[in-house]
C-alpha cells in the first residue's frame, strides 16, 4: 500500500527540441503581415496615417513599447489545458514546452488548439493569446488609441468582435455582458477561515521546463504546472473510465476540512483494452502526520478492496486552498507509487493520481477543481532530473445511482471530521451570497447519479453536517 505519510522523491526533464519555425493558422494566419508588407503601411506621415488592423502584429507593439519580450510571458488557455510562450525580441513566439518557433499569435493558437481538439480549424490568436495575463487584442486596441485616436474602430478592428465572439464560445463560456463583467471581477469578501492566513504563502506555480536537475535546496512545496502528453513528444499509453460516485464522495471528502486530506482508488486494469476503469473512492479516516493509526486505516481498505473485487489504481489528495497542481513532493509521490504498482504484477499497470482543490479562490464557481496526473520518468541521460507531471485525459461515466456503500462512507466521515477544530464552518460565507454549505452542495451537484432521488439522500447528510457545529 501508499504511504500515507507521502513522503516523496522524484525526476525531471525532456532536454528541449532543436527550434523549428512552424507556420500555420489557417485563414487566419493572412491577417499577420511580413515586415516589409508592414513597413509599408506606414507612409511618411508617420503614425497619423492609418495602420489597418492587420498592420498591427507583436513586432508594432514591440517597436512601440507596449509590449516587451520575455520568458513565459505569453499564455493560452483552452478547454482546460494551459499553454505558455516566450515572446522573442523579432516579434515570434516560443512554445516552452517543445522550443518550436511561431510566426504568429494565429500561428501558435491554431498549433496549440489543434492538439487538443484536432477538429479546430483557426486560433482566434489575438483573443486567445495572453500577454501577461491580459488578451493580446486589449494590447492591440491600446496601440490604436494612442497612435491613431481619431480613426474609425468600426474600421481598424474589423473582425476582432467576431474572433472574441469565437474565443468566448470555444471556451465554453456564454458572452456575459460588459456590466456584468464589471461586476464579476470585482473582489469579494470571503470567509476569513479560508482566505490564506498571514503565516500562508501564496504557492505560484512553476513551469517543469524551469526546474532543471533535482536541487535538494528547492522548496518540495512548489507547485509544478501540467504537461500535455503530446507537449513531450508522447501518446498517453492507457485511457481512464472514473464513476461520478468516486468523484462524489472524493470531492465531500476534501470539503470537510481546511487541512489536506488522502485517500485511494479502487478499480480494475483491463492489459486487453489497455482501459483503467476507477470504480471506488476509499477515503482514509486519519491524520496525514498520525503514524500511528496509518497502517490499520490501510489495512482497513486492504480488506474492503478484496472483498470488492477490486485492484488498486491510484490515490488522491486535497490542496484545500490552494491550485490542484502538484507539488515537486507530489511528483515523488506519484512516481513512486507507479513503481510500486508496476512492480506488484507481470505487466505494466498505470497508477492515477488526482488532486483536488476544494477552497481555491481561483476556482471557476463554486465547483472543486479536479486534477488527474501521471508522471513521466526523466530520460534515462539525465536520471537527476524531476518526473514530469502530464495531464490525463479522463472519460467520466455517470453512475445510476447513490450506492449505500457511498452514502455509509460519507456518515462516516461526518462523525470522524465532526469534532475537528478544522472542520469547515458551514454556516459560515463562502461569498457574500453563497454560504459553505451552498458550495459543497453546489460542487457535488456536478457528479450527481441519473437517480435524481440522490439529492433527498444526499439531504440526510447534510443535516448531519450542520448539526455538527
Not at 501558435?108 to 490568436?125: D, F, Q
Request: aromatic share 8%; net charge negative; proline share 6%.
Amino acid at each position: 500500500m501508499f504511504p500515507i505519510g507521502m513522503a516523496e522523491r522524484t525526476r525531471g526533464s525532456e532536454p528541449p527540441l532543436s527550434p523549428q519555425v512552424v507556420e500555420e493558422g489557417g485563414e487566419e494566419e493572412e491577417e499577420e503581415l511580413s515586415g516589409g508588407e508592414e513597413s509599408d503601411l506606414r507612409t511618411p506621415s508617420g503614425r497619423g496615417s492609418l495602420l489597418t488592423r492587420r498592420g498591427i502584429t507583436l513586432r508594432v507593439l514591440l517597436k512601440d513599447s507596449l509590449v516587451e519580450p520575455g520568458d513565459g510571458v505569453l499564455s493560452i488557455h483552452y478547454l482546460g489545458k494551459k499553454f505558455v510562450g516566450d515572446l522573442l525580441n523579432d516579434g515570434k513566439i516560443r512554445w516552452v514546452e517543445t522550443g518550436q518557433i511561431f510566426n504568429s499569435p494565429s500561428a501558435w493558437a491554431t498549433h496549440c488548439k489543434r492538439l487538443v481538439n484536432p477538429a479546430k480549424k483557426s486560433g482566434c490568436g489575438w483573443a486567445s493569446v495572453r500577454y501577461r495575463g491580459q488578451k493580446l487584442v486589449q494590447y492591440k486596441t491600446s496601440w490604436l488609441h494612442k497612435y491613431q485616436p481619431s480613426a474609425d474602430m468600426s474600421l481598424v478592428s474589423e473582425g476582432e468582435d467576431d474572433e472574441m465572439g469565437d474565443e468566448e464560445e470555444e471556451e465554453g463560456k456564454t458572452a456575459v455582458p460588459t456590466d456584468d463583467k464589471n461586476r464579476k471581477n470585482k473582489p469579494e469578501l470571503h470567509d476569513i477561515s479560508l482566505v490564506p492566513r498571514r503565516g500562508d504563502r501564496e504557492r505560484i506555480p512553476v513551469r517543469y521546463c524551469t526546474l532543471g536537475t533535482r536541487d535538494a535546496a528547492r522548496d518540495p512545496h512548489t507547485l509544478v504546472e501540467l504537461s500535455a502528453f503530446s507537449a513531450i513528444n508522447r501518446f498517453q499509453p492507457f485511457n481512464v473510465a472514473v464513476s461520478s460516485n468516486v468523484l462524489l464522495l472524493m470531492d465531500f471528502h476534501c470539503h470537510l476540512t481546511t487541512s489536506e486530506v488522502v485517500g485511494y482508488l479502487g478499480g480494475r486494469w483491463d492489459t486487453n483494452t489497455q482501459l483503467l476503469t476507477v470504480l471506488r473512492a476509499f477515503p482514509c479516516r486519519t491524520r496525514l502526520a498520525d503514524r500511528d493509526s496509518a497502517s490499520a486505516v490501510e489495512e482497513e481498505i486492504c480488506q474492503n478492496l478484496f472483498m470488492r473485487g477490486l485492484s488498486l489504481v491510484g490515490w488522491y489528495h486535497s490542496h484545500p486552498r490552494g491550485p490542484a497542481l502538484p507539488s515537486l513532493q507530489d511528483i515523488d509521490s506519484q512516481m513512486d507509487h507507479q513503481l510500486r504498482l508496476q512492480g506488484s504484477s507481470n505487466g505494466f499497470q498505470p497508477c492515477l493520481g488526482i488532486i483536488c482543490g476544494p477552497y481555491y479562490h481561483g476556482n471557476q464557481g463554486v465547483a472543486s477543481t479536479i486534477t488527474p496526473f501521471w508522471v513521466v520518468p526523466p530520460p534515462e541521460q539525465r536520471p537527476n532530473d524531476y518526473g514530469i507531471p502530464v495531464a490525463v485525459e479522463v472519460t467520466y461515466v455517470q453512475d445510476n445511482f447513490l450506492t449505500s456503500d457511498v452514502l455509509n462512507e460519507m456518515m462516516l466521515l461526518v462523525d470522524f471530521y465532526r469534532a475537528a477544530p478544522d472542520l469547515v464552518q458551514f454556516h459560515q460565507f463562502w461569498c457574500p451570497d453563497t454560504t459553505m454549505m451552498d458550495k459543497i452542495k453546489g460542487s457535488l451537484s456536478g457528479h450527481a447519479p441519473k437517480d435524481q432521488a440522490y439529492s433527498q439522500i444526499l439531504e440526510h447528510v447534510y443535516n448531519q453536517l450542520i448539526n455538527t457545529h
